[in-house]
C-alpha cells in the first residue's frame, strides 16, 4: 500500500507565495514521473506541472514562471512552489505519482488527499 499526504495549502493575498509538498511513503521500489493537478470550483481536473525521475520538467503555460516543480527522489517527496498566486490559482490541489511497487512488476497511479489553496482579499 503507497499512501501521498500533501501539505502547504492555505489561504493567500494576490501576489503572496505558497509552497505545497507531498510526500509518499508506503511499499516503493522507485517514482517514475509525480505531478501536481488542480480542481477549481466548476472546473474540470487539469494537469499543473509535472516532473520526471529524471528532472525534466512541464507546466501548462498559466502558471509558467511563477510555479516550480521539484523533487527530493531519497524522501520520494515532490514540491511546488507557487509565487505571484492569482485569484485563478484558487483550486483544490492534488499531487499524483506513478509508483512501481516493490513486489510486482507493475506501475500504480496514486494520489494524494488534496489540498486547498484560495488567493483572495
Known amino acids: 500500500q503507497v499512501q501521498l499526504v500533501e501539505s502547504g495549502g492555505g489561504l493567500v493575498q494576490p501576489g503572496g507565495s505558497l509552497r505545497l509538498s507531498c510526500a509518499a511513503s508506503?511499499?516503493?521500489?522507485?517514482?517514475?514521473?509525480m505531478g501536481w493537478y488542480r480542481q477549481a470550483p466548476g472546473r474540470e481536473r487539469e494537469l499543473v506541472a509535472t516532473?520526471?525521475?529524471?528532472?525534466?520538467?512541464n507546466y501548462i503555460d498559466s502558471v509558467k514562471g511563477r510555479f516550480s516543480i521539484s523533487r527530493d527522489n531519497a524522501k520520494n517527496t515532490v514540491y511546488l512552489q507557487m509565487s505571484s498566486l492569482k485569484p485563478e490559482d484558487t483550486a483544490v490541489y492534488y499531487c499524483?505519482?506513478?509508483?512501481?511497487?516493490?513486489?510486482?512488476?507493475?506501475?500504480?497511479?496514486?494520489w494524494g488527499q488534496g489540498t486547498q489553496v484560495t488567493v483572495s482579499s
Open positions: 499524483n505519482a506513478e509508483v512501481m511497487l516493490y513486489y510486482a512488476f507493475a506501475i500504480q497511479d496514486y
Open positions: 508506503g511499499s516503493i521500489r522507485s517514482i517514475n514521473s
Open positions: 516532473i520526471t525521475s529524471g528532472g525534466s520538467t
